[in-house]
Each structure stands twice: as structure tokens, then as C-alpha cells.
């Protein structure tokens, strides 16, 4: 099992930026894919972006593309999602989740991912 831990959620005023960090250990797979996903209240968990490990590709659903940065630090085991400009309707739970990197596409079905965090909260106020 992938061992995912969220950090660095808060609350922030529109227009700021956060900078999440995953923190994974115990990969299990031989190449893996690592995303983002965001979930707020009475909504579907949604996918943000996705990279894979090793290697650098990344992927955004179409609707995150232009203000989020997903990015990764191999020597430390750790997956960042860089948030700028952030508007009140970003407010969620984040997750980070970990699927073998043949499975599925990018972050188009959350039911491709395995393992997954607890989750890192971002509140963004107007």
C-alpha cells in the first residue's frame, strides 16, 4: 500500500496562492501515477492534476489548467500542487491518491486510483 500524507492546506483570501504538499512512501508500483483530487461540500471529488513518477509528465483536468502547478521532488518522495490566484470556489478537501501509471487516464476516474490520503483542507474567502 501507498502511503499518502497531505500537507499544507488553510485559509487564505482570494487571490492568494497555497502550496500543498503529498508526502508518498512505499510505492508498490513500478511506475505510478500521483494526482490531486478536490472534493467540497455536497460535491463530487473532482480531479485536479496528475504526475507521473519516475519522470516528469504531468496532466491537468481541462477545467484546472492555468492556476494550479502539480510538481514533484523524487529525492524527497514528494508531490506538490502549487494554487495561485485562488477564488471562494476553490474551497475544498484536497486529496492526493496513487494509481498504477497504466491504469485509467490522468485524473479522469477517481475509481482508478488505489491509495489514498487523508486529505488537507483549503478554505478561500472573498
Known amino acids: 500500500q501507498v502511503q499518502l500524507v497531505e500537507s499544507g492546506g488553510g485559509s487564505v483570501q482570494a487571490g492568494g496562492s497555497l502550496r500543498l504538499s503529498c508526502a508518498a512512501s512505499?510505492?508498490?508500483?513500478?511506475?505510478?501515477?500521483i494526482a490531486w483530487f478536490r472534493q467540497a461540500p455536497g460535491k463530487e471529488r473532482e480531479g485536479v492534476a496528475a504526475i507521473y513518477r519516475p519522470g516528469v509528465s504531468t496532466c491537468y483536468a481541462d477545467s484546472m489548467k492555468g492556476r494550479f502547478t502539480i510538481s514533484q521532488d523524487s529525492a524527497k518522495n514528494t508531490v506538490y500542487l502549487q494554487m495561485n490566484s485562488l477564488k471562494p470556489e476553490d474551497t475544498a478537501m484536497y486529496y492526493c491518491?496513487?494509481?498504477?501509471?497504466?491504469?485509467?487516464?490522468?485524473?479522469?476516474?477517481?475509481?482508478?486510483?488505489?491509495?489514498w490520503g487523508q486529505g488537507t483542507q483549503v478554505t478561500v474567502s472573498s
Open positions: 491518491a496513487a494509481a498504477p501509471s497504466m491504469r485509467g487516464r490522468c485524473v479522469e476516474d477517481k475509481g482508478d486510483y488505489i491509495d
Open positions: 512505499g510505492y508498490r508500483y513500478s511506475t505510478t501515477r
